[in-house]
């Protein structure tokens, strides 16, 4: 099955620093990878995605990379601010039977930002 | 709040008990997903349903789990005779299918289990 590994698992930055947070993944069926968020007993919200068919996507301070020969992908935060402190998952998606898509989260990785 | 919901938030039974959950998800989304997630650790899947249709679980929901969608809107996730490992975040998500793409998946706030 699907093993998805996230490093590193904790990342402390200065508040205006910019923030990277990486995934390499082994299912090459793999074609989906959402990033989301979780804040201390939250449920976990959608940051980012990007399709395999996209090596780069980019909303605001939020950028996703993906490189499919090397199987990974990073999450990018630039100018981080204390509200971005939280857990940050990765995830790699396929299809499985009826077109549904199962996710396979890595461990996650805690950011904060400190002032 | 038009996201998704579950109850109850919060569940402490003792070990051999059977306890239940609630999904409800966002309307019209015709997917249903649960996921189990311990301490210190990302989602894990657990199984799907397509409207009422129960198409993939996993090697993790052994037999004393049971998931149902009825009516293809709420989902409830059953566990029987508990034991102290079941104790997790069960959380539900919903998504809509998108012909050709794949889905967001909105999660729920989850309900915590704690098998004392």
């Known amino acids: 099955g699907e093993n998805v590994e996230q490093h590193p698992s904790t990342l402390s930055v200065q508040e205006g620093d910019s923030a990277v947070i990486k995934c390499t993944y082994s299912?090459?069926?793999?074609?989906?990878f959402p990033w989301y968020k979780q804040e201390l007993g939250k449920r976990p919200q959608l940051i980012i995605d990007?399709?395999?068919?996209?090596g780069e996507k980019k909303d605001q301070r939020i950028a996703v990379t993906l490189n499919k020969t090397a199987k990974h992908f990073s999450l990018h935060i630039t100018e981080t601010q204390p509200e971005d402190s939280a857990v940050y998952f990765c995830?790699?998606?396929?299809?499985?039977?009826?077109?549904?898509?199962?996710?396979?989260f890595g461990t996650g990785t805690q950011l904060k930002v400190e002032l | 709040d038009t996201g998704v919901s579950q109850n109850p938030r919060h569940k402490i039974t003792k070990r051999g008990q059977n306890v239940t959950f609630r999904c409800d998800p966002i309307s019209e989304h015709n997917r249903l997903y649960w996921y189990r997630q311990t301490l210190g650790q990302g989602p894990e899947f657990l199984t799907y349903?397509?409207?009422?249709?129960?198409?993939?679980k996993s090697r993790l929901l052994s037999d004393r789990f049971s998931a149902e969608r009825p009516k293809g809107s709420f989902s409830t996730l059953e566990i029987q005779r508990t034991e102290q490992g079941d104790s997790a975040m069960y959380l539900c998500?919903?998504?809509?299918?998108?012909?050709?793409?794949?889905?967001?998946?909105?999660f729920g706030p989850g309900t915590r289990l704690l098998v004392l």
């Open positions: 995830a790699a998606s396929r299809r499985v039977t009826g077109g549904g898509n199962k996710l396979t």
């Open positions: 998500a919903s998504s809509l299918t998108y012909r050709g793409s794949q889905e967001t998946q909105y």
């Open positions: 349903f397509q409207n009422e249709a129960q198409l993939e």
């Open positions: 990007i399709r395999s068919n996209v």
């Open positions: 299912d090459s069926a793999s074609n989906y």
